[in-house]
């Protein structure tokens, strides 16, 4: 197994934050997606979704500006955008249901070589779990793309052959940004695109338990020094 | 016609009867009914079912009904890691618990509200949301079967009434309340401000009269009042 430096979680929202396009309507989810916001490329517009009903969420509220009653879905109080609306969870959530929202990104425990996709509970764990709003936007995500470390904290591949952690939803996945590679999910199987700097294809299969299907020279993800 | 404005949180929630079924709006510290909530607890019930998407924080929202064991069941999408006195009742085995995918909460009380009997979902297809529902194929898509959510009461936050019960709301304080109010028997709202009738603009109006029965103004738009 290979010790050399992977992405920051920051590198690996700037690298998701470059799927998107102007104008695009986009859910972030908890963990590293959240960090997405702060690297959308100059010079376009995209309209954040928060499923507590915001279209057009702006940046967190500066201190003593906050107001409770506009949150996003952490709780954090935050902005509008010139642009948004207001409105109640059921339309929130139907927006993502229904495919209106162009791009969901969520955080990740694992996802299957098939899209299969776990993110809302570990086996085990304490207390009484939540499911929230994942099942939800994963289910009907438009395009998915799921930003998470390509290891656990124990070194177990996140790239499964099949989910072993409870399923938030059956082959929704479209990409997956980790701190080693960008991965698409294809009827084949995992497409590998692109890898970390300083990491070959061999290695990046190396960390992962699915097979990545490599065609051609893979190009190297683009980083700002972190 | 019947009068619908109450002077005070424990005079609107007079008659609330032990074992009975609620809705609770509120995401995320926004648009909890917290003063309606503080008057329930004074009440003393017990037996209840509280269908919700968090389950409090701390002693806040709905926190202060599970640390004086008022709930006995929970429908719920996200109960919450600080809903710590709702997560000690469901560790000692007080409570039963059925998660809800979030949106498939929001449609179960819509269906309710609507007169439907029940839809189909992909959502939850596959997952631990699937045990004991009964599951169909459509266009080659796995979907489960959901039953509405109905209830005794829905508990409500909205930002302005009218005496006759129309409500607005405020950013993301509306989140469960419309819904929730459509869905329940008997609806109360708290709200910061009760405006003369036809003073709200008709085309801004969220959640018409007739889902409202009784209404109670608070002071402020956050706070919680002590018993």
Known sequence: MSSKPRLTREQIAARAARELHDGDTVNLGFGIPNLVSEYVPAGITVYFQSENGILGMGPRARPGEEDYDLVDAMKVPVTVIPGASYFDQSVAHLMARGRHLGVSMLGGLQVAENGDFANWKVPGAKGSGGIGGAMDIASGARRLIVCMEHNAKNGAPKLVRRCTYPITALACVHRVVTDLAVVDVTPQGFALREVAPGWTPAEVQEHTEARLIVSGAVPQIAVAPA | ?227
């Open chain 2, 1 to 227: 016609m019947r009068q619908k404005l109450y002077d005070t949180p424990d005079a609107a929630v007079a008659g609330v009867a032990s074992g009975a079924r609620i809705m609770f709006g509120g995401f995320g510290g926004a648009g909890f009914p917290n003063n309606l909530i503080q008057a329930l607890d004074r009440t003393g019930v017990g037996g209840l079912t509280a269908i919700t998407n968090n389950c409090g924080s701390g002693d806040g929202e709905l926190g202060i009904l599970f640390q004086h064991d008022r709930i006995r069941n929970v429908i719920a999408s996200f109960p919450g890691p600080q809903a710590v006195h709702f997560q000690a009742a469901y560790a000692a085995g007080k409570l039963t618990l059925e998660l809800v995918p979030q949106g498939i909460l929001c449609e179960r009380i819509r269906a309710a509200a609507a007169g439907l009997l029940g839809f189909y979902s992909a959502v939850g297809a596959g997952t631990e949301v699937a045990v004991g529902r009964e599951e169909r194929v459509f266009d080659g898509r796995r979907a489960l079967f959901y039953e509405p959510l109905a209830a005794d009461y829905a508990f409500i936050k909205a930002w302005k009434a009218d005496a006759l019960g129309n409500l607005i709301y405020r950013k993301t304080a509306r989140n469960f309340n419309p819904l929730m109010a459509m869905a329940a028997k008997t609806t109360v709202v708290e709200v910061d401000e009760v405006v003369p009738v036809g003073e709200l603009d008709p085309e801004m109006i969220v959640t018409p009269f007739l889902f409202v029965h009784r209404i109670v103004r608070v002071k402020g738009i956050y706070n919680v009042v002590q018993a």
